[in-house]
Each structure stands twice: as C-alpha cells, then as structure tokens.
C-alpha cells in the first residue's frame, strides 16, 4: 500500500467565474513510503499547487489525497513543508529556529536541546547554532529551514525548489546533503525543482508534469544506484535520462 495517494486530481481556479484557470487535470499518483520523488514541468504547469495541495494549503476542486488511508484536509504537523524562499525568522538564532516547531507543541527545555543538537548537526550548521540568519549565507539559511522542518519530525517532506536561488556549487553541496539525510531519516521526499540534473541525481523516480493544465505525462523511474556521487553525472546512463526528461519538457 504506497503512503501517499493522489487520486483523480483536478483544480481549477475561480471555477464557475469568467477567469476560471484549471492548472491540474486528473492528476493520479502513488508514492511509496521512504522514496525520493521529484516532480518537473514547465513553469506554471501547477507544480506548486499540487505541492500546496498536499501540505494542506489548498483545497483541490475535484478528487482528493490520501496519508496512510485517511484524506489530506488542512495543514498537518504530518506534513512539512520547505518553500523555494526562506521561511526562517530573522529574530531567532539558529538553533531556536530549529526547535521551533517543537517549542509550539510544548516540548521540555530538555527536548527542545536534544532536538537542536541533533538537527543542526545533522543539517551540518554546527559552530553556528547561535547566529542569526542574517549572518548567514542563502545556502546556510536553506539549511535552517530544512532542519526547521525535519526537526518537527513529520512523515512526509514537501519541498519546493528549495534549491532554486542557490549557486551550482552550493547547489550541488545542498543535494548531497540532503541525499544523506534522506538516508539517514528514511522519510518520504516530493520535491519539486526546475532542474532535470537535481531530480535525477536525488530521485528515484521523476513525475513530468505537461504544460498547463498540468497532467501526468510521464513518469521515469532512475535505477542509478545509491548513494549518488558528482561522478555519476557525468556517466552515459544519467545523461541518458537528462536527454529523455529534456525533449519531453522541450515539446
Ligand atoms: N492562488 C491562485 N489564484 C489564481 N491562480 C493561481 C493561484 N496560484 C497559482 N495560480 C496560477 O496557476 C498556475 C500554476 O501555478 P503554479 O505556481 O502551481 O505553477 P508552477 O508549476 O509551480 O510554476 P513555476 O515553475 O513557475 O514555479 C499559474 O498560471 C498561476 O498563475
Ligand atoms: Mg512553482
């Protein structure tokens, strides 16, 4: 039974209205428990509204979601989410930034350090848990907010380029990161990027959205064995991939 079910997904908004915009058609999807799954199309195929979706954010026009069985209906600890723009706060250090979450739901003091020290070393922000975000760099600042909303401990990560302002160095650094993470926490990832390199290079399998209405046009599933080295993108087999995925999205 895969953990996530997207089930005959349409949204359309201002349906009934003169400027009714239907950006999802009939969207049907499984993702199993602890997989990597990236989702690509061109901009404004309604890859975030369905990343939204999922988070809660939005209610979907036609058909629904399911978490293990039971219906996505509004925000949920369950679900975090990391958008392309950074969602810390500035007032806080680094590290209170990551004990947010678990702040809010009355964790102990004892907890909330546990927590930090766990999270800002495994985000690799160690040495700087009590700067303030204004001290650090956009690749650190994406640091935060991925620990921010691990640190909440949910089943499912919803990410939206977060990547997308980062230089292709940091960038590179970042998915590397996250690939250890991801093996190391186990928890399912959808992740939504522009980037054909970072979805190969971090999924197991690729969703590509067509162009709006976004619908499901293809879905590839990449054999590259783990863990994924900067090496590997430059063998026949992932460029392979980043040709396919590319004259897909080119047409
Ligand atoms: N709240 C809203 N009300 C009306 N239209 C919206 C709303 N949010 C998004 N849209 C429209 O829906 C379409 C899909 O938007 P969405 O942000 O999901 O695309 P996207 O695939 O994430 O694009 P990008 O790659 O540029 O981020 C766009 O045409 C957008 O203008
Ligand atoms: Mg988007």
């Not at 209610?59 to 369950?78: A, N, V």
Request: aromatic share 8%.
């Amino acid at each position: 039974m895969p953990e996530i079910i997207v089930d005959k997904l349409t949204h359309t908004f201002g349906k009934g209205t003169p400027g009714a915009l239907t950006v999802l058609d009939d969207i049907n999807l499984q993702f199993e428990s602890g997989s990597f799954n990236s989702i690509v199309g061109t901009s404004g195929c309604g890859k975030s509204t369905l990343l939204k979706m999922m988070a809660g954010l939005f209610t979907p026009t036609d058909g629904q979601m399911l978490l293990d069985g039971e219906e996505i209906k509004g925000t949920s600890r369950r679900r975090g989410m990391v958008f392309q723009q950074d969602a810390v706060f500035p007032w806080m250090s680094v590290s209170r930034n990551i004990s947010y979450g678990p702040r809010l739901r009355g964790a102990g003091k004892k907890e909330q350090a546990e927590i930090e020290e766990k999270w800002v070393d495994l985000v690799g922000l160690k040495g700087f848990e009590d700067r303030w975000p204004r001290e650090l760099s956009g690749g650190m600042r994406k640091r935060v907010d991925i620990g921010r909303v691990y640190a909440n401990d949910p089943e499912v990560l919803l990410m939206d380029e977060p990547f997308g302002a980062l230089d292709a160095q940091t960038k590179e650094r970042m998915q590397d990161d996250l690939q250890s993470l991801w093996q190391v926490t186990k928890k399912t990832v959808i992740f939504v990027t522009h980037d054909l390199e970072e979805a190969i290079f971090l999924s197991d399998r690729i969703i590509v959205l067509s162009a709006r209405p976004g619908r499901v046009h293809h879905v590839e599933d990449v054999a590259l064995p783990r863990p994924r080295t900067g090496e590997m993108r430059l063998t026949d087999e992932f460029l392979d991939i980043k040709r396919k995925l590319w004259k897909m999205l080119e047409h």
